[in-house]
């Protein structure tokens, strides 16, 4: 089974800290991606990355970084927390066949609160 | 246009009947329809998809029907029980060698007992 863990569950951080959202998958996936949850908008992109060192910007980055120094490992980074970041955020993976069934595997959430 | 609309945002069902999702797009350079499913503290996981040549896709008590030339797609979870309560996504990727899903706004559907 493909596992996609994130480092916390739930995090609270105060306006202006900067913040690490770790997650980890064990399937040796090329693509890892960086969503926000919120009530009413769906999973939105902040950023993906298709290899080691490799990212590209979502449908609304700003605000966020990214690191991917293994393959394993994407890192989601809020250089400076603001309140209108409290959300929940979910890193997923996924393998990328032509023509085939294509499914992105996720982890269980970050639950973020900035206050 | 990247949007996938979804409707409705919630909707309540008896054990038993039909529960209905609806989602349009206007890209036609969409080519892969899925749904994903997500219960309480979990992520998203997939449920059930299809490809914009094939009118139906059917897996057990989940059925997507998709219309081309509408440019809509829907879920269709017969006999719903309330194992089935959960909030359902519909999603849809470019084409070619993209690897990024656009997501609907979700739906959370309640079967009631």
């Known amino acids: 089974d493909v596992k996609v863990t994130q480092s916390s569950r739930y995090l609270v951080k105060r306006t202006g800290e900067k913040v690490f959202l770790e997650c980890v998958q064990d399937?040796?996936?090329?693509?890892m991606f960086w969503y926000r949850q919120d009530p009413g908008l769906g999973l939105r992109l902040i950023y993906f990355?298709?290899?080691?060192?490799?990212?590209e910007k979502g449908d609304i980055p700003e605000g966020y970084s990214v690191s991917r120094e293994k393959k394993e490992r994407f890192s989601l980074i809020l250089e400076s927390a603001s309140t209108n970041q409290t959300s929940m955020y979910l890193c997923?993976?996924?393998?990328?066949?032509?023509?085939?069934?294509?499914?992105?595997?996720f982890g269980p959430g970050t639950r973020l609160t900035v206050t | 246009q990247q949007q996938v609309k979804q409707s409705p945002q919630s909707l309540i069902v008896q054990k038993g009947g039909i529960s209905i999702i609806n989602c349009a797009y206007e890209?036609?350079?969409?080519?892969?329809f899925p749904w994903y499913q997500q219960f309480p503290g979990k992520g998203p996981a997939l449920l059930i998809a299809?490809?914009?040549?094939?009118s139906e896709k059917k897996e057990g008590r989940f059925t997507i029907s998709f219309n081309k030339s509408a440019k809509q797609f829907s879920l269709h979870i017969m006999d719903s029980q309330p194992g089935d309560s959960a909030t359902y996504f519909c999603?849809?990727?470019?084409?070619?060698?993209?690897?990024?899903?656009?997501f609907g706004s979700g739906t959370q559907l309640t079967v009631l007992p």
């Open positions: 999603a849809a990727r470019w084409g070619g060698s993209a690897r990024q899903l656009t």
């Open positions: 299809i490809r914009p040549d094939v």
């Open positions: 399937m040796d996936h090329e693509n």
């Open positions: 890209n036609t350079a969409f080519d892969y």
């Open positions: 997923a993976s996924s393998l990328y066949v032509a023509g085939v069934r294509y499914e992105q595997y």
């Open positions: 990355s298709y290899d080691v060192k490799m990212k």
